[in-house]
């Protein structure tokens, strides 16, 4: 067993606000990795993660349909959108930072390598810029 | 045969650019979702500032895009562009219509959702308790600057039976817009739960736009095709529910199982129980095959019976926010960012300036990810330090950013800049308060209303 981020694992996300809940849809990309998340990504981690940022419950929810949970997070942004001094108002960035949280991982998965971000395209666009 | 329904915004200050490719595309229905959380406390903002506004204003630029396939017969326009105006929004749309020369076009306006008039008679009748914390609507910090209620499907099915080309609703809930359509299309029940449910799965799966086809991504969006011309979704959905989620081929963009299924869970709860105005939708019962070219087919969704409430949006006043920020270099750029914090926050204390709620955040070190940053020793060559502040009052709140000012000289040492910024005006903040109320008390005040431009 091994230490890994969600993100180093491949594992998507979104996350969104109703009122002052933000929820976050964490994917996996397959039944294997399903599996794992399922067991390791659980209420109790996930409060931890968030703690001083989050400042009430945690709910999850299953899509095993879709390889994916979903984790509802209350009190999370600052007293909703229209009401929060936070720039990332509506929580936008909750996804990205559910990702980083570690977790143990069987040496097979431990062994991925997920590819790096590739912009060439818009350094090309970028360079041809005046 | 299916019924095409296009997914033409996602939001208010969304682009009515690619409302063209759907058009040529083809869709039955174009369907315009502009109105969040958020949105309705912008455009109260309009409308206190005058009456005829409280609709989103870019309706006529939509409208310039779509209206003349619509006068063509080849496409009909639903839209929440009415927000919390929903009649000024029509008188809006009559005008653009005249603006194009075009006549004959039927314009319907839903009206009902609104219950701000109604408030006191509602909370007489029901309790409008806070649906997360369960005070009681007594305890509402009053008055309320907004009130609507999501209404479903059902009055828009009502307009379209009406000849309805145009329908311009209010607060109704966004994946309505589009089961609207096919339930009037293929003449589908209103216990017809399974459905009911798929149409409005397909409807939130469009409802935000270029969300679905490759638009905010996780993982693999730096290899979604050609992302400056994304192309917004399209659904063909036959009489049983099943649908195709394609896209305008001509465009960039994507949609695969993974843009399907990040859509899928956007801003839901429990996705076995998704609850809209018009169902129980299970999103867990839905199978999704990726057909490849830009092909995902839907199928199986289950639903349950509607429950007997709509969920409603209150707002009241909360306060007057302020917000500055100051950018600081290498050396010492995070601790002068912190003193800088400190130091601003004494100076607006000695002032006599009271703050009711600070923010501070360090942009470049953990402003976004909070606690779930890793510590780190390593010394960041910029910070932005960003201050907003809460306070009673607006003029306060204006006051609080000018003790910024003069820490350009007697702050911490040079290495910050950016301070022309810094007096932002003060805006207003405001508190929502999410209820449900009985349908009953609210179905008998929905109308339609249906005018032909002349």
Redesign the interface.
Known sequence: MTTRRLYDL?C???S??????S?I?L?ADGPELYELIRAEVTVERVQA?????VRGRV?R??????W?L?F?L??AL??????S????N?GK?L????V??EIEVPDRLAARIM?A???GWAETILERLV | MGVRVGGGQGFYGDTPAAVAGLLEAGVDYLCLEALAELTLAILQKDRQKDETRGYTRDLPSYLRAALPAVADGRTKVITNAGGINPASAARAAIDTAHELGLSGLRVATVLGDDVMPRLQELADATDLAHLESGAPYREFPGPALFASAYLGARPIVDALAAGADVVITGRVADAALFLAPLVHEHGWAWDDWDRLAAGTLVGHLLECSGQSAGGNLSRDWWNVPRPWDLPYPIADVDADGTALITKPASSGGRVSFDTVRHQLLYEVHDPAAYLSPDVVADFTSAQFIDEGNDRVRVTGVRGAPATPTYKALLAHHAGWAGETKVAFSWPEAREKATATAAIFAERVGQAGLPVAEWCFELWGVDALGGPTVPATTAEPPEVVLRAAWRCDEASTAALVGREMVPLTLSGPPAGMTGMGRAGSRPSELLGIWPTLIDKDLIDPHVKVVVEAVR
């Open positions: 491949g998507g996300y979104r969104g606000d109703k009122g002052d809940i929820n849809a994917f993660h968030f703690a001083g940022l709910e929810y299953e899509a095993p349909n879709v994916a979903n509802v209350h009190d600052g007293g909703g959108a229209p009401r001094l936070r720039s990332d509506l960035t996804g990205g930072a559910l980083r949280l590819p971000p590739d912009v």
